[in-house]
């Protein structure tokens, strides 16, 4: 059965809680303070089926300007807002403020209630109904319907549910949204059953027994049971009156404004970046850093107000800031708040959340300002590009991607697709569905090859330079597998040349300097001669000028000239190869050499022989078995 939910909106005493007892029989009024004062403090909850057969949960909230909070939280995933005025009475401060709220929170159906017609002559009626009139031809409400009615004579009540059942069939079907959400608005506890919680579910959809988050603190539970209007039922979708029953979690855990969603959907925050609009009716205007108390969902949070383009905002001015909160709280991008002054306490504005987990924004900065406006009005493609690039070289995982842009990954995979067929957006790790903007790519990548270049700039006779230290270097492409990609893709274009634990730009020759030559044909005369008694190279590198005899031997290495038995000993390639091919044939025939055997054939001591035999074991040549070598198998 489909839910509509309705919410009573007016001033303190003008009887919202006598209508809905009026059409629904149920008394909304539960605390012993609310019946000895004969107002409403907390929210209250009736439900009524209508002729269509749908479902009308009703909140009732308070009309006192001290209890406006509560009715901020009970406007909450509102439906139909009944704009309850006392005929007596007429329009009056807190029908002003109660308005104002439902337009910030984008209420966009409604009816207005004119009650207690019983206590008022035709004349004083019919000035109330031009003054009402005249008041909202400015709002959403000009063109709602109006009803009036006596709750104590029962006059215009069956008008009024043939109203309800009209507009309950205009409203258009929810998004339900891929997350559930439920603001917390009551915690109370049942004896044999635990912690209960109450809200309007918001979005999404949950099941009897699935997991479940608990926000801003992240309390794990798991649902026991679910009750809509007294109802047990197995599953609640957007947009219903719904009871909690929460698993192993104590009431003194909770408190109104937690937010009950899916198992780690949400992430918290203490900033939000929005779209502010001061209302024209606001007293003061806001200045940059003013406090103010931020209201979204059922919770309410001191907080400082950041304009980023202005020092202060006039009434009936709109413009981006950033709300930055003294305690944390967890929503999506298009959720609705309003602002309230912090002395003396009053609505003054609110708006839309553009986006929900930001970093600190730079002011008067005409990119942060051109993000916010993409954000604000930008396609769905925009701003999803958009939000990849606000991770900039960290990238963005998809799950994030979809949290940011509040859409499922089923929604998110179409104009995701299209961005990378457009290459506007690129994959870096299938792993993780990672995610890079084509700006920030091209900036790590550019880098990378800058880096390269001045390497082999300052260091012309090495080879390459080590991977990871390229890395290291690196302020764009520090993430491993972004740096891999790049290196890896750059390798397919020939650009650079991966090569062991090196790498090098695909253009770097080592080209040696005449000196340097002179010294390579000096070095590679003494190892030729030394054949397999060569000197160590600490030896050898004191007779040449400073380093130069170190950056020639990396030269020889590379070339292959010298080849690298074990540290700082090195042996002319010629007399290692003739040793070979020598040591292969005597095991052919004899089918296996010992050390000393080896020892012989080379005519040196142990200490070449050892790394000697060794570096054909490493070679994959020999294998030792027992106290002999064998040939390797292949």
């Known amino acids: 059965m489909k839910q509509i939910i309705l919410g009573t909106a007016g001033h303190i005493d003008h009887g919202k809680t006598s209508l809905i007892r009026a059409l629904t029989g149920i008394d909304t009024d539960r605390l012993k303070e609310e019946k000895e004062r004969g107002i ?66 984008n209420v966009k159906h409604g ?35 109006t009803v009036e009615v006596s709750s104590i004579t029962g006059e215009g009540i069956e008008e009024m549910i043939r109203i309800l059942d009209k507009l309950a069939e205009e409203i258009p079907e929810k998004d339900t949204g891929h997350l559930f959400r439920l603001p917390i608005d009551r915690i109370f506890t049942m004896r044999g059953f635990g912690t209960v919680i109450t809200g309007t579910s918001v979005s999404g959809q949950i099941s009897t027994g699935d997991e479940v988050s608990i926000y801003p603190e992240g309390i794990s539970s798991r649902i026991r049971g679910m009750h809509v209007h007294n109802k047990e039922v197995t599953e609640v979708s957007s947009g219903l009156r719904t009871a909690i029953n929460v698993q192993g979690i104590e009431k003194m855990m909770l408190q109104r404004g937690d937010i009950l969603a899916t198992k780690g959907s949400l992430r918290t925050t203490y900033m939000v970046d929005v779209k502010l609009d001061l209302l024209a009716s606001s007293p003061r205007k806001v200045k940059n850093r003013a406090k103010a108390r931020f209201h979204t969902g059922t919770s309410e949070i001191i907080s400082t107000v950041v304009l980023l383009d202005r020092d202060e905002l006039k009434p009936g001015e709109s413009c981006f800031a950033q709300i930055r909160l003294d305690a944390p709280t967890a929503v999506l991008k298009g959720d609705r708040y309003v602002l309230r002054s912090y002395s003396p306490v009053r609505t003054i504005g609110g708006g839309e959340i553009l986006n929900p987990l930001p970093l600190k924004k730079k002011r008067f900065s005409d990119t942060v300002l051109s993000e916010l406006k993409i954000l604000h009005e930008g396609e769905q493609k925009d701003v999803i590009e958009r939000f990849v690039a606000l991770g900039r070289f960290r990238g963005v995982e998809e799950t994030e991607l979809s949290f940011l842009v509040n859409l499922s990954k089923k929604k998110l995979s179409e104009p995701l697709k299209a ?33 390269l270049s001045q390497y082999h ?16 270097r690196s302020t764009g492409a520090k993430e491993p597998k972004l740096f891999n990609h790049i290196i890896n893709q750059l390798a397919r274009e020939e650009v650079l040349v991966p090569e ?27 190892y030729q001669k030394g054949g397999l008694e060569p000197p160590y190279f600490k030896d050898l590198k004191a007779k040449f000028p400073k380093d130069t005899a170190s950056e020639v031997l990396g030269v020889m290495v590379k070339d292959g000239v010298l080849l690298k038995v074990k540290e700082d000993l090195y042996f002319h390639r010629t007399a290692v190869e003739k040793l070979e091919q020598q040591l292969i044939e005597f095991i052919r025939k004899e089918g296996e050499i010992t050390t000393p055997q080896f020892k012989e054939m080379t005519g040196t001591s142990r200490k070449y022989t050892i790394p000697l035999i060794e570096y054909f074991d490493a070679s994959q040549i020999t294998v030792r078995v027992g106290d002999s070598r064998v040939l390797r198998k292949k």
């Open 419 to 451: 961005l990378k067929a457009q290459k506007v957006v690129i994959q870096f790790d299938k792993e993780r569905s990672a995610l890079i903007h084509q700006d920030f790519f091209e900036k790590a990548r550019t880098e990378l090859l800058d880096i």
């Open 500 to 526: 062991m634990e090196e790498v090098r730009l695909e253009s770097h020759k080592v080209t040696l300097a005449q000196d340097q030559k002179k010294t390579r044909q000096e070095m590679e005369d003494i």
């Open 40 to 105: 409403t403090i907390e929210l209250g909850f009736a439900h009524l089926e209508l002729p269509n057969g749908k479902l009308l949960g009703i909140v009732d909230v308070p009309g006192h300007e001290k209890f406006v909070k509560n009715m901020v939280a009970g406007a909450t995933g509102v439906d139909i807002v009944a704009m309850v005025i006392a005929a007596d009475e007429g329009v009056m401060p807190q029908t002003r403020e109660h308005l104002e709220i439902c337009q910030l929170l």
């Open 111 to 145: 009816l207005v209630v004119l009650t207690k017609i019983d206590m008022v002559d035709p004349e004083w009626l019919e000035l109330v109904r031009e003054d009402v009139a005249e008041y909202l031809s400015e709002t959403f409400l000009a063109d709602m319907p």
């Open 457 to 472: 700039k300052n260091f012309p006779l090495k080879s390459g330079l080590l991977k990871e230290e390229l890395r290291s």
